[in-house]
């Protein structure tokens, strides 16, 4: 039996011990800045916690009964999913289309590319200020557009609905350029020669979009939905400086626009309440990590379940899968298996 000398001992130490080494970095991060607020705010949610008194008494789960009994936490969750579904679906959709528009054959695309990230550059305060400008109930260009063509004016910061509308379009306008250019890498990924067996069996364009390209972007199609929803019910900057002059930013004067993390900002600061604070995170924190969940099972199963069957359902992508199963299972000479 030989013995390994001090060197090979080290050696064999370094292999095993380096990659744990080389990622303890990012844990040890994710511990300080991720890990432990989470613990501690869950922690600060189960006292009766002020800004100027601070820690008072232990009160178990009763500021999570506390919240949930309060009707302006309701009423924060709805708002949040309203915004949150008129920002993400047309903001998908749009990231879609202006990603297949600049994966075509098209003039000047690096600087198509390059435009449609800059409102993603502007900052989140300088998009309020001026949206809420153009969406202004008496002086807006959006109502005095809608007066020239005879039509009444609408009360972008009164009317629920139509609060909801102009904070998800500062959404979309800044996030939509991003996004698209995640979807445009991923299309580019896909193999051109699938486009070109589809052509030449007659499939059109918007064939081969459907056919091919969205079942191959389908993973990255996961990542921006969830990484959307996620932003989504966390949003802040928009509706909190939509209307900064009522109600101290609140959320409008009846809570009409006030959504999850906007409340949980007024029970923090204004209300000075803590531990009821701390509790709206956590319910927060929950929900999202629900919803995210439901989200990525829902789509992973689309992508592997139907995607698959559809991909294999038309002619050009069994012609590939025959070719490639051939390639794989006949014997014979590296020429013969490049002509196939």
């Known amino acids: 039996m030989s013995t390994l000398t001090p060197r090979q001992r080290l050696s064999r130490l370094d292999v095993k011990a380096s990659p744990y080494l080389y990622i303890a970095p990012f844990f040890i991060l994710f511990a300080l800045v991720g890990l432990f607020p989470l613990i501690y705010t869950f922690v ?3 006292f009766d916690w002020h800004l100027l008194k601070g820690q008072g008494d232990f009160v178990g789960l009763g500021n999570f009964v506390e919240v949930l009994e309060d009707r302006f936490f309701w009423n924060s969750l709805f708002n949040t999913f309203s915004i949150f579904l008129l920002s993400a679906i047309p903001q998908l959709l749009a990231a879609l289309l202006i990603a297949a528009v600049l994966d075509a054959n098209i003039r000047g695309k690096t600087f198509w590319r390059m435009a449609v990230l800059l409102p993603y550059v502007v ?11 153009l969406f202004g109930d008496d002086y807006g260009l959006f109502n005095n557009l809608l007066q020239g063509l005879g039509l009444p004016a609408v009360a972008w910061h009164q009317d629920t609905f139509a609060s909801h509308f102009a904070i998800a379009t500062m959404v979309n306008w800044r996030w939509t350029g991003y996004n698209a250019l995640i979807l445009l890498a991923a299309m580019q990924a896909v193999p051109r020669e699938l486009h070109e067996s589809a052509a030449i069996d007659g499939a059109g364009a918007v064939r081969r979009f459907v056919s091919i390209t969205i079942p191959s972007i389908r993973p990255t199609m996961i990542f921006v939905i969830i990484t959307a929803t996620i932003g989504g019910l966390q949003i802040f900057a928009e509706p909190k ?3 900064p002059a009522t109600a101290g930013g ?8 006030q959504t999850t993390v906007l409340y949980l900002w007024e029970m923090a600061f204004f209300r000075q309440n803590f531990g009821e604070a701390a509790a709206i995170a956590w319910l927060l924190f929950l929900i ?5 969940l439901i989200n990525f099972m829902l789509t992973r199963r689309i992508a592997t379940g139907d995607g698959t069957k559809a991909r294999r359902s038309m002619p050009w992508s069994r012609r590939r899968h025959e070719q490639v199963e051939q390639t794989v299972t006949t014997p014979g000479t590296i020429a013969e298996d490049v002509k196939l």
Do not use: E, R
């Open 250 to 257: 609140t959320g409008g004067s009846h809570k009409q626009f």
């Open 123 to 133: 900052t989140p305060v300088a998009v309020s200020i001026i949206f809420s400008n």
């Open 44 to 46: 600060v949610s189960l």
């Open 288 to 292: 999202i990590i629900g919803i995210g």
């Open 241 to 243: 400086l939509f209307d």
